[in-house]
């Protein structure tokens, strides 16, 4: 089944949300933004006043979340505890200083990867985040890993609107002790910083082609 993902991966604002939706349309799979099921953990937890550097704390909640999923106008839609979340809940400040915190802690971390892997009964997938290659879905020969400068990153994301700061999360996300930010094994690496995402999405299209995808 892992021939039916396609894994992209990539640092905060390395526009790996932007490719992958693109790819998947012009594919006709269903997008997965796993990202933003870290974010709904972590909405969670802030919600329940728990602090986030707390694992304790953190992991005792995780097994009362109820986490829910469904394809909707081709793209995996979650609910938790059967509420569906804004776009503004995800990405605020709040969330956006807390979900790399939230992602190291190992009880999420085994959660989600066993939610991600299953969604596979969904259909083919093309599933973004920054272990999908390297830990969720290993064996995919279909393996992406977007990347941008962190100069170049911190424009986009304060072009959207958003406060991140890319460099913690940067290192964050690659010195955690569970599944680290890594260059997957195999992936195409592409260097987004001086393209337009119709490059990006062209040279990715273009290298599954040659791997025989087709939509």
Same mark, same amino acid.
């Given at each position: ?8 991966? %990539? ?9 992958? =939706?693109?790819?998947?349309?012009? $594919?006709?799979?269903?997008?997965? @933004? ?11 937890? $802030?919600?329940? %006043?728990? @602090?986030?550097?707390? &694992? ?10 109820? $986490? ?8 995996? &839609? !979650?609910?938790i505890n059967g509420r569906t ?5 995800? @990405? ?16 999420? *971390?085994? *959660? ?5 892997? !299953? ?10 985040? *920054? ?39 940067? =290192? $964050?996300?690659?010195?955690? =002790? ?38």
């Amino acid at each position: 089944m892992s021939s039916q993902v396609i894994a992209i991966d %990539g640092p905060a604002a390395s526009g790996k949300s932007s490719v992958a =939706k693109r790819v998947a349309r012009e $594919l006709g799979w269903v997008y997965v @933004n796993t990202g933003n099921m870290f974010r709904m953990i972590t909405w969670a937890v $802030l919600q329940a %006043g728990i @602090n986030v550097q707390d &694992t304790a704390a953190v992991t005792g909640l995780e097994p009362g979340l109820k $986490l829910d999923f469904e394809v909707a106008d081709g793209q995996m &839609t !979650a609910r938790i505890n059967g509420r569906t979340l804004s776009d503004a809940e995800l @990405n605020s400040p709040e969330v956006n200083a807390a979900v790399s915190l939230v992602a190291q802690v190992p009880g999420v *971390r085994t *959660r989600l990867v066993n939610e991600q892997r !299953a969604l596979v009964s969904h259909g083919a997938l093309v599933m973004e985040g *920054r272990d999908i290659g390297s830990v969720i879905f290993p064996e995919t020969p279909h393996k992406f890993y977007i990347d941008a400068s962190e100069e170049v990153r911190s424009k986009r994301r304060a072009a959207q609107g958003l406060s991140d700061a890319v460099g913690m999360r940067d =290192k $964050l996300d690659s010195t955690r =002790k569970s599944a680290p930010l890594v260059v997957p094994e195999g992936a195409l690496r592409i260097d987004s910083s001086e393209l337009t995402l119709e490059q990006v999405v062209s040279q990715v299209v273009t290298a599954l082609r040659e791997q025989g995808v087709q939509p």
